[in-house]
């Protein structure tokens, strides 16, 4: 199932662990059955009876599945697409047909062989048209990640922040060439991944490094007017974030909130673990006639919609200002390598 | 001839340390002495007109007074310095410079294109009246009064008032009274947001307004006159300008 177009993504199944993903299977599935009832149905009295009759045998099933599918979510995802499809079809018949014995219409009139047929069946066509949503829809998205990629790339690289950059630089490599030499290498690491084509999700710990390089550059023009506060739980680092998560939202701070002050000013960064959520909260000095300083609406949106696109409707990122300070507030799932 | 007096103002460290270095390498080609730096645009004003510099080499970006404000201040010194921009990016400055004929360097500044800009500024290049307010229109953060070998910067968010007279206009904030020459109409344009006309010949703080009361009888009509927060006096309201007024306080 590989596309010709590069920017494609390949076919791949849902995660069947996300809470979007689970709604969308549940809503598809219960509306072909209202579709269903009203195909077999003559008349609006009759319509009724039959929604509660497909309802009773369909809604144990379906339960059965999306609980089966949430367990196995880890093994499926190691499959090829194809082998993942037939897998997914294979758990449904089972339930299905487990399920079977319990069904109110069997009476043990010997009609049960028919009956079972015809709940495969449906089982069957269920399952493909969900799997063909899926995959309409992940055809319909991978141009937007292509899309919001290359936002990113004009969001992230700053020409300001590049050539204030290379003048510091250039006052150091007489003086103190040894840290002219740390700030160049700094700079080609960051360059590299914000031009890497990549958006696979990374773990934080990758992140984290790609804004200390970062700040280290910022720190050598900006001296003492920047500081940076973190606050990690020990497990954070582990977890799986969309590349140039962290990196854009620090850059902002800098750029909004310290470049504007004369004296210095503090950023916070605090990223906890709570059960299964990852969140992360970042502040700084908010400047009120520099809040128009253009690039921050841009950036903030880009990065959501990145949120959006990975984790759907179980990533938040929101904004306020408190105190004097501009805050955002990033909930996501917390997920690790296999 | 003696040699040219250069001013740096650049609010990072590094970037004023690398305008020293290549100021260095022009010296020999065109003598000229560090009359002193600042980082910020407060702090080059005092020295730029306590030392008498001829030229100044600003970033436009800085925190607190910009690049550009900082040169419209600079104008009103008794011998005012020819301004050299620095920018690393800032595209709209760069083609608003480019228009006006404007020089500018960009950063990571190159000696050669250093030394054109001091050769200019040298040779008595000066920017024309007007040219900064059109580059950039929005508001100064602060007033200015040239004294002898120094200026007075007035936040214009401490400005209780502005009252014209004769060719100057007063400047009132709490700690006293300054003169500025500039013109009440062009004030009021540029700070239309901060400031309200009550009277021909002035102009009051919006924020700082906590009422009217019936004033004094002139010319045998009962006016009204403006309660400004912390401020004993009472300003006249002028009959065409008291509908506007009352709507404010009402």
């Known amino acids: 199932m590989q596309s010709i177009r590069q920017n494609d993504l390949p076919d791949a199944l849902p995660d069947f662990r996300n809470l979007g993903v689970m709604s969308r299977v549940l809503l598809s599935v219960n509306a072909l059955a209202l579709l269903i009832a009203l195909a077999r149905s003559r008349e609006i009295g009759e319509f009724a009876a039959r929604v509660t009759e497909i309802a009773g045998s369909l809604e144990p099933v379906l339960l059965g599945v999306v609980i089966v599918l949430y367990a196995g979510s880890t093994l499926l995802e190691r499959l090829a697409y194809v082998h993942g499809l037939l897998a997914v079809f294979g758990i449904v018949l089972a339930v299905t047909a487990a399920f079977f014995p319990f069904q109110p219409e069997i009476d043990g009139s010997g009609e049960w062989r028919r009956e079972l047929v015809w709940s495969l069946g449906y089982a069957v066509l269920g399952t493909g048209v969900v799997a063909w949503y899926f995959h309409l829809r992940n055809r319909a998205f991978s141009p937007t990640i292509s899309e919001a990629r290359l936002q990113a790339l004009q969001a992230r690289i700053r020409p300001h922040f590049l050539f204030n950059s290379l003048n510091a630089v250039l006052s150091l490599i007489r003086k103190d060439p040894k840290r002219a030499e740390a700030a160049l290498e700094d700079l080609s690491e960051l360059f590299r991944t914000a031009m890497a084509d990549n958006h696979e999700l990374i773990a934080l710990r990758d992140e984290l490094t790609l804004c200390r390089q970062y700040l280290n550059l910022e720190q050598l023009r900006l001296g003492e007017r920047l500081r940076v506060q973190w606050r990690l739980d020990p497990t954070v680092e582990e977890a799986l974030v969309p590349p140039m998560l962290l990196q854009p939202l620090v850059e902002n701070a800098v750029y909004h909130g310290i470049e504007p002050g004369i004296g210095p000013g503090l950023i916070e960064v605090h990223i906890e673990r709570r059960d299964d959520r990852l969140r992360l909260k970042l502040t700084n000095p908010y400047h009120e006639e520099y809040h128009h300083r253009q690039g921050n609406r841009m950036a903030l949106a880009n990065i959501r919609e990145r949120l959006q696109l990975h984790f759907d409707v179980e990533a938040s990122l929101d904004t306020r200002i408190a105190d004097g300070r501009f805050e955002i507030d990033i909930v996501m799932p917390y997920r690790t390598s296999l | ?250």
Not at chain 2, 227 to 248: F, H, I
């Open chain 2, 1 to 250: 001839m003696t040699p040219l007096r250069v001013v740096i103002v650049d609010d990072e460290e590094p970037a004023r340390n690398r305008l020293r270095e290549l100021l260095e390498e022009c010296r020999e080609e065109l003598p000229h002495s560090i009359a002193g730096e600042a980082a910020n645009g407060v702090d080059g004003l005092q020295i730029a007109a306590a030392s008498g510099a001829e030229v100044v080499l600003v970033d436009i970006q800085m925190p607190e007074m910009s690049g550009i404000e900082f040169a419209r201040h600079a104008q009103i010194l008794d011998h005012p310095p020819a301004v050299i921009f620095v920018t690393a990016h800032d595209r709209y400055a760069v083609e608003a410079f480019e228009v006006n004929a404007v020089d500018y360097l960009t950063k990571p500044v190159r000696a050669a294109r250093l030394l054109t800009a001091l050769k200019k500024a040298a040779n008595g290049a000066r920017l024309a009246r007007g040219v900064l307010e059109s580059i950039d229109p929005a508001p100064r953060r602060y007033l200015s009064v040239a004294e002898r070998g120094r200026v007075i910067l007035v936040r214009v968010s401490d400005v209780i008032y502005l009252r014209a007279e004769l060719k100057y206009v007063t400047v009132r904030t709490l700690g006293g009274e300054h003169l500025v020459e500039e013109s009440l109409a062009q004030l009021e344009q540029e700070f239309g947001g901060v400031f309200v006309r009550i009277h021909r010949n002035c102009l009051v703080a919006r924020r700082l307004i906590r009422g009217v009361e019936r004033g004094a009888e002139t010319e045998g009509e009962v006016g009204w006159s403006v309660v400004l927060e912390g401020l004993e006096e009472r300003l006249p309201v002028s009959r065409r300008q008291w509908p506007q007024v009352k709507s404010l306080v009402s």
